[in-house]
Every structure is written in C-alpha cells, then in structure tokens.
C-alpha cells in the first residue's frame, strides 16, 4: 500500500522533490492479477494471470496501488487514475468505477504518489500534499482536520516541504524535506507512532528526529530505514511483522536489531520484506499463504533471509503476496496467487519467488489488494 516508486534523487539521501531529476526515459505500463473493479486499466473486468500491457504510451512516471484501484503520474506531470472509486479514491469528483486511466484535472505538476486501502495521497512539485478518498468509516487519513470521505483532491495544510508520502490500511505517513516524519489516521495498533491508541485527522510528528529516509505501511504496521541505514518499525505485530522477535505491538517507533545496513522496504497484510545495501533480500511476519518468499508457510517474528542472491533491488507488497526486482531488471514474486497476481500464467500458490516472464527490462513494481503494477522499458 506504501508509495512504490523511490526516485534516484531519495535514495541518495536528498530531500528535496525540486531536486528531482528531468524524466529522459519512456516506460510502458503493465498489469496483471485482480481485475474486479477494472484496476487493471485494460478496459475490462477480467482477471489476467500474465502481464497485459495498458496501453500504448511511454510517458509512465510514478505507480501506487490501493485495495482496488491504482494512481499513476506521466512524466509531463499528469495525474492519472483508474479502478474501485466507491469512496472517491480516484480524485473525478464521483464515486464511479473506472476500467481506464482517467485524468484528474488537468495540472501538470503531480511528481509522486501513495494509496492507502481506500484514499489516495499526492505530492506537487511545489511540495505540497493532497489527499483524497476515504472509508465509509473515516478515520482521518486524509489529514484534513476531519473524517469526511473527498472524491477530488484536497491540499493538506498549505505547507509546501513534503517529500516522501506512503498509505496504510486506514492511516498515512511522509517524510518532509527537513527529514522529520509524520503520521496520520487510524492508530488502532499505535501505527501513527505517538506513543498511544487515539487516532489523528491532522498530521502528528513522531519524534523530533531529521534522519527519516524511506517509508513503508502496511495494514496496521509502520517500517521506516532512517539515514544511518537503521530499521525502525511500530504498530500492530500479532504475527510477527515489526520484526522484534516477538509479538507485542508498539506505539512508538523500535529499532529491529543493530544493523546499519538497511536500504529499502515493504509492507502488506501482516507481513514484511526489505532488502539491504548488500541486496541481501528479508522478510517477516505472517507467512500462511508462503508471502514470505521462504519456501514454507511459517510466519517468522524476526527477518529470516529468502534465498543467498545478492541481486535485489527493490520491494513491494500485495494483500498477501511479495513482489521484488533484481538488479538484472527481472521481477520475481511470491505468496498467494488466488486471481493471478504472481504473473506466472496460473493461479497457484508459490512460497518461493519465481520470476515473471523472461522480460529484463522491467524497472519499477507497485502492489494492490491482489493486483500488481510495473513500469518497464
């Protein structure tokens, strides 16, 4: 559910989104698994168990996925949208569905973007935040002050510093470009990480550190690698998935062992994974339908390595099913495959990764509720 897309810019430690790099490359999109409420933006509602390319264009910037509907941004800055919208999630201004990407609005300065399980959050290029969608029950992971659910996007505050954005279940975070971190929305399990149970509709730091770096959320779990390659997670851990070694949820943010080598992460339904700077590939928590990536269907309260490669790049969660990229631009999924999600051609289970296709130009993954995202080239 976390924001996918990792610019060069943010891996390298810069935080500032006016920083960002001029787009020179031309990705295709592509989707496969869960298509219910046409999040696969083919035009339908069939399930597809191999990649279907959306599309013709190149100009694919930035990918997220939510419980049903996905939102993307084309490197002229255009936001785009398609899928469940019984909340308002897409941002059109109605609650109907759509099998297409359809446009919101008509700006050209959309730059990054991050889906909860049913909203959706958006930084500008001017650094400012908006939000939209919703729950039936808002818990106010919209950040607006409120619980009232939006179908088009509103500005969050009128500050004009936010970087890095990620949605959970019923709740979001981001990193400013200060490096502080904030966190909004449903804390049932202490997930907004303010040391209690009560939820916020307003943004709340946690802390008073600057050395945020990377974020990830999961339903009810929040994982963040700090600057000194550091892991950090809090929130609801009934299976394992903070990676403590234990299974007592957090309200506050706690360091997974002493390692300094973290570099990005993932989070889904009670489970996991991050990769190291080593691309060592690890994950945690609950692991019934094999979304681990172990071979086995144990759930693990500490991160146990998948495989011996050190070839991973990045990561990326479904509903209960992994997703990883290789430095060789492979793809390479895990978990449950009930609608197709593992790109294999089947709807069969692996609890170890398997590669999707033979493609190596694959570059950037995002996953939904049962669906998966790519950008390739």
Known sequence: MSERYVGAWEQAGLFNPLNAPTPSYTYYLSTWGQNNN????LGNTTY????KQVGSLTTWSTIAGGYGHVVATKTDGTLWVWGWNSYGQLGTGNTTNA???????????????ACGAYHTMAVKTDGTLWT???YGTNYGQLGLGNTTNYS???QVGALTNWLTIAGGGYTSMA???DGTLWAWGNNAFGQVGQNNVT????????????NWLQISCGRYTSIVVKTDGTLWTWGRNANG?????????????KQVGALTNWSTTASGFFNSIAVKKDGTLWSWGYGANGQLGLGNTTSYSSPKQVGSLTSWASVACGGRYGIALQTNNTIWEWGNNNSGQLGNGTVTANSSPIQVGAGTTWKYIAGASQTTIALLY
Do not use: D, H, R
């Open 99 to 113: 099998s297409s990407p359809t446009q919101v609005g008509v700006l050209t300065n959309w730059l990054k973007v």
């Open 175 to 177: 990193i400013k470009t």
């Open 48 to 51: 597809y168990s191999s990649p």
């Open 241 to 253: 998935e903070c990676g403590l070694g234990n299974v007592t949820s957090y309200s506050s943010p």
């Open 199 to 210: 939820n916020y509709s307003s943004p709340k730091q946690i802390g008073a550190l600057t």
């Open 38 to 41: 046409g999040q696969l933006g």
């Open 132 to 134: 939209w969608g919703g």
């Open 152 to 154: 088009s996007p509103k």
